[in-house]
């Protein structure tokens, strides 16, 4: 057992690594990139405040931003961004609050990149800096030695994909933060039974509804933490998880239905990105590659934008999920069965329904979303670890996934900056 002095010591260097990657990550929402992803949310905010309305190509609503993006769809001639509805009406809030309180203005160029920068502060670098903390209470329940907290943070905070985007809008980090938060509160709801409350309940529905309206992929790790909740909780608590599952998703659903007359997302329906003038028609570089399934498989997990050879922590999270969900005895085995499932399934559905890796952007961002379930194989994997030689080759091995997460926070948006592509070569 560790000494207390030490506990606190290495209590303090969890704070540190929460606080100074909450400082780096600041530092990259300060400097934003312009670019398909940003300007399609942008146009969005853009047309609710100044057009009261979510249609961003109106022959008489200029958008400075719908000409910025190829993220964007046609429904009976009417252009809208491709995006959930949901992360952009939060965005658009926010700046109608600027911009009457402030008087920041997107039609002005010289405010757009403070803009940009607030709402990226907001939506995606305080959600990223909450989930450390979150984190860190999670490693607590669980029973993690203080070292392994510092490893495991160091991991999710600073050598992860998930770090690496915090500086930049996009969507899949405040979902895979929603996702962690729903994740503690289960386990929280689950030990502490002062905590077992139906507003508790509430926000981890609201969290859970958030992950799925934020990122629909995130659905298939949501209906994991749904199946504990059932299995654990009373029914009354879990009615009540429900109603705040339905919030978030009675949002999405209203705003889908009064586009497209259907709850569904935009991307469930391949018609809409094939209008007469889009992109989406005649695709050109990696938005073109049609690489067969072993290949594309293969580059997204272990070749040349794999998430695992540049994060290979989340590769020995990985094992550790499959080890765990092997000991018919832990406490955490369906959670390490449940977690493969659902990374499975998850790489099934892109391999079976994507063909672009994610487009021009670092690495398979489109991952992201797994972080936590694979962070909880990597600290059941190595807890009790006291050899030296294998934390030293753990370190090792996080150095990998913090200069890689590096990469991909200094240049998010290209493509073929990874290092394994030095090795493999171009994707194309």
Known sequence: MDHPVNDRKWMVLCWAIIILSGIFSSW????????????????????????????????????????????????????????????????????????????????????????????????????????????????????????????????????????????????????TACLLAALWGFFALDTEATMKSKAGCVGVGILLGLAICIDLPSAIFVLLIVIACIRKFSLGLVLFGVLGVIVPLLVHAGVMISLTGSPLPFQLTKAYYLFEESYWRTPLGVDALNHGWGLYLFNMTFGRVGHFIMYPLLLLGLIGLVNESRI?????????????????????????????????????????????????????LLRGVKNRLVIGLVCVLMAVGVFSAYQCRMAPWTINYEWPTKIYGPLY
């Not at 832990?330 to 499932?341: E, H, M, Q, T, Y």
């Open 28 to 175: 990259g929402a300060w400097h934003p990139f312009s670019g398909d992803t940003a300007n399609s949310r942008l146009s969005t905010v853009y047309a609710l405040v100044h057009h009261g309305t979510w249609e961003i190509g109106g022959a008489d609503q200029a958008n400075p931003f719908q000409g910025g993006t190829v993220d964007k769809v046609q429904v009976e001639g009417r252009m809208y961004s491709s995006k959930p509805p949901v992360l952009p009406l939060f965005m658009a809030g926010q700046y109608l609050l600027l911009h009457h309180l402030v008087g920041y203005d997107l039609h002005d160029e010289k405010d757009r990149e403070s803009i940009s920068s607030m709402l990226t502060m907001t939506c995606i670098t305080f959600p990223f800096v909450v989930s450390g903390i979150v984190f860190l209470l999670l490693m607590g329940i669980w029973g993690i030695d203080p070292w392994l907290k510092a490893v495991a943070l160091t991991v999710l905070m600073w050598g992860s994909e998930y770090a690496g985007y915090a500086g930049t809008m996009n969507n899949h980090v405040p979902a």
């Open 328 to 380: 018919k005895e832990s406490a955490f085995r369906w959670w390490c069965l449940g977690g493969v499932i659902a990374l499975a399934g998850i790489l099934f559905y892109y391999v079976s329904s994507t063909n672009n890796y994610a487009g021009v952007s670092f690495g398979f961002r489109w991952l992201i979303i797994a972080t936590p379930f694979l962070l909880m194989g990597l600290v059941l």
